[in-house]
């Protein structure tokens, strides 16, 4: 007796389900995945979920960031009438409207491939509620048609309907409150490569980023597993993340070349006194910085700091040691500098001295033999240029001093908000070495008078 031939539909069945289960567990694995990246950019005190909140989600004290994650592999998930895309928008209409987030929440679209789409991209690009509401109402009259009547309403498809529908059928309040605060993040199409370059921030080094990073994975993947099992939500916290990563680089990082990065709490109060009164910022304006480039540079300058303090009391690093790391700056500055004024003599003198700081940020100089993380070189070239023992324009000097005299009174108030400790100036050239280190690059008295 032979065996009977399936049938068309049967092969054609079992060939789709063939290609869609791995597509499946792709997209369940890329949670784990994500929330190990929510982890490594999270604070302490805050903690993690999957599935409880939303897919992904971080809490914190100053709110609340949801996230979708799309996988990306088959088709663009946030095209213009791509139904995941409408049915995520949906979903979170529906949860501000029943008031299970709060009105603070960021909403996270994570894409792992690069795709993009113009709806998501001009939503993204919306940042106050005003134009949030024009937004609004312009993708009322692209998907119904002109009002009064709105003619392409009852052509939408079925299903794509409901949800374009629910969005924008809802209360202008509620949809410009979500549009105002939604985010479109691109991955590169490998989610576990990225998240190596998040590993590199917490200065592991590059031969021990793999192995770190299957242990996060693993943990993570394990520590959810438990929580469902004993039936509670699937929240991890930071300090219990940290440990694991603390103990992880121990175990791989053979070279003993780490320097751990210290959480450090920036507000945006912390962050606006520091524009307003900081050398530092001016040094970046007298060259025409972005603003997105001053608001870095305080994040650098303000966690570099807590680095120092920290290192220095737990005697990861010993006085003598930051004398040097300051020294290799000013001469990689100096040697920058040079070579620009030689290369670049056309260019005018805000090119130039802007070419300078991009040069000097992508340098690499190492702490007592140990790798930084990334903000730390970046932190210390703005507190040497906050001392005024280097700068970027050509005429630092003069413009920092002109700047001065124009925001005259002098504003001497401390560097940083309650919590994160001042630069204390030390004299130059360096003391003999002390049973305390510094906690900031000490200024250079006599540079500061003048060339």
């Known amino acids: ?32 995945t994500r929330v190990v990246a929510h982890l490594l950019r999270a604070r302490q005190g805050e903690s993690v979920s999957v599935e409880h909140l939303d897919d992904v989600a971080t809490s914190a004290a100053a709110g609340v960031v949801v996230e979708q994650d799309k996988s990306g592999l088959a088709h663009n998930p946030v095209a213009d009438r791509a ?28 894409v792992a491939q690069s795709h993009r789409g113009h709806v998501i991209e001009r939503i993204h690009a919306t940042s ?5 509401a024009a937004l609004v109402e312009a993708l009322r009259t692209e998907f119904w048609g002109a009002a009064p009547k709105r003619l392409e309403r009852a052509k939408l498809p079925s299903e794509l309907a409901e949800h374009v529908n629910g969005v924008l059928s809802a209360s202008d309040e509620v949809v410009a409150l979500l549009f105002a ?22 200065a592991i080094s590059e031969t021990a980023r793999e192995d770190v990073l299957k242990h996060l994975l693993g943990w993570a993947k394990r520590a959810i597993d438990k929580r469902i099992e004993k039936r509670l939500p699937a929240v991890l916290s930071w300090e219990e993340f940290q440990k694991q990563l603390v103990a992880a680089a121990k175990k791989f990082d053979r070279s003993e070349s780490l320097l751990t990065s210290t959480p450090a709490e920036i507000s945006e109060a912390d962050v606006q006194k520091e524009l307003r009164s900081r050398t530092y ?14 608001h870095r540079s305080v994040h ?29 700056l000013e001469r990689g500055w100096q ?48 507190t040497l240029a906050d001392s005024m023992r280097l700068g970027w324009h050509p005429r630092f000097r003069e413009l920092v001093a002109a700047a001065a005299v124009a925001r005259c009174p002098p504003n001497d108030e401390g560097a940083v908000s309650e919590g994160i400790r001042p630069a204390e100036p030390a004299p130059h050239p360096p003391p003999p070495p002390s049973a305390t280190a510094p906690t900031a690059l000490a200024p250079d008295p006599v540079k500061d008078g003048g060339e």
């Open 1 to 32: 007796m032979t065996r009977a031939r399936p049938t068309a539909a049967k092969a054609a069945n079992k060939k789709r389900r063939s290609n869609q289960v791995p597509g499946q567990f792709y997209g369940y694995s890329l949670q784990i």
């Open 83 to 110: 139904l995941e895309l409408w049915k995520t928008l949906h979903n979170w209409v529906r949860a501000i409207r029943d008031g299970a987030l709060r009105s603070d929440t960021k909403f996270v679209l994570y």
């Open 128 to 132: 106050t509620r005003v134009d949030a």
């Open 181 to 202: 605060n939604v985010i479109l993040e691109s991955g590169s199409g490998s989610p576990n490569d990225d998240l190596l370059v998040l590993i590199a921030e917490k």
């Open 281 to 294: 910022v001016r040094q970046l304006e007298a060259v025409r910085c972005e603003e997105c480039d001053l």
């Open 300 to 328: 650098d300058f303000l966690r570099s700091a807590v680095d120092r303090t920290t290192w220095s009391e737990q005697g990861d690093v010993i006085e003598g040691s930051f004398h040097e790391f300051e020294d290799g």
């Open 335 to 382: 040697s920058q500098r040079t070579r620009v004024e030689i290369e670049q003599k056309a260019a005018i003198e805000e090119d130039r001295g802007r070419l300078l700081y991009a040069n000097c940020m992508a340098l690499q100089v190492r702490l007592q033999g140990m790798e930084v993380p990334t903000y730390f070189v970046p932190g210390s070239f703005h």
